[in-house]
DNA sequence: TATTTACTGAACAGAACTGTACAGTAAATA
DNA sequence: TATTTACTGTACAGTTCTGTTCAGTAAATA
């Protein structure tokens, strides 16, 4: 076989693991990813586990790099968002956080975070780059020094936390809501 | 002995397995809170630990109520502070949330509610009195329906997690920051 | 003085989970 | 056809933690 060639059928069973993890880690928190239990619920033996990962500290390292790339570059890299103002920027990025559900590994990582000093580091890059982000509208937006730094917290806070905090499901309401909050923040 | 008697010396190796598990809670989440990590921090064996607890399930259960209990009275209680106007009410609330840590606990609690039915009920109920109590404040301060709402849910939101979410230790930019916050919630 | 209360450590059984070894299989590739 | 790749299950050894039992102790109480 030519070592350019794309092998197939390679990485399925892997991305199963993988997948199956992610949705433990969203839903019980990192603790939680064991995997014997990935295993159970994939209705498959453990031993296939190791011809993919190293051991278990090895797909807990995929889980965080993939949060780390995946949830930075989303809003970040989007080319649609860059064209628009910092006034419509600010709204569009607040339906997008809700629609794509943006933040729903955060409240695993942060608890994480407490445990291992890699994913605290791993967090806190994230979080520098959400407040680089909002930092930039508010800036746009004509705010400038403290004023522009309380409200970048302010905002990149509210965002991340929104859906922990607030277990609400009034779409009207919460809609509502997003239209007085950015205009609160614009003004 | 009459029972009307108060024993001496009642609880206090008790008061020390429940501090050292809060601690634990507080620094590494609740699946760090193990009996035999305990015994070892404490410098002691495990078998005392049945003598006050049933079993793990009721350490955690004296810990879920230690906090729905201290951690939503402490600010709602206090005779002083419902001597003050909304507007020094709400400055105060935030400077004592920063200074007494009252969000200590937050992180682990939401965490475990992920895992736990029985937490997930504590945690909203604790929510929900914080919603409340800042939902007074902002009605004093002459808004009212969603402006209301929406204030509340900002306000007690950014609250609860701007410890989890800023590590920032610059006490004289987070005074300034919190004064325009301050300024920004009241108008 | 006798008893109860509040502990102590040592020892054991068992559950849950990890990591390794190994033999086998089915499909793709050389 | 032979080999490699990508898996499968079974079995075993080892660790960590739980919960129980038991024998003992030191202090407070009756």
Known sequence: MKSTEVKKNKGISKNQ???KALELLELEGFEAVKIEKLAKLLGISRSGFYWHFKNRQDLLQHLL??????????????????????????LTVMKMIRNKKLTKYDLAMNAWAKAD??????????IKMRLDFSREIFAELGFDG??????????????????VTFSDND??????????????FIK
């Open 146 to 163: 403290d004023e522009l730094e309380m409200r970048a917290r302010l905002f990149t806070c509210y965002q991340t936390w929104e859906d």
């Open 17 to 19: 693991w993988l997948a």
């Open 65 to 90: 790099d993939f949060w780390s790339q995946e949830y930075t570059s989303i809003l970040i890299d989007d080319l649609e968002i860059k064209k628009l103002t910092a006034d419509e920027r600010l």
């Open 117 to 126: 000093p890699r994913v605290h580091e791993a967090v806190n890059k994230v």
């Open 171 to 184: 779409e009207k309401q919460n809609l509502k809501l997003q239209r007085l909050r950015h205009r609160m």
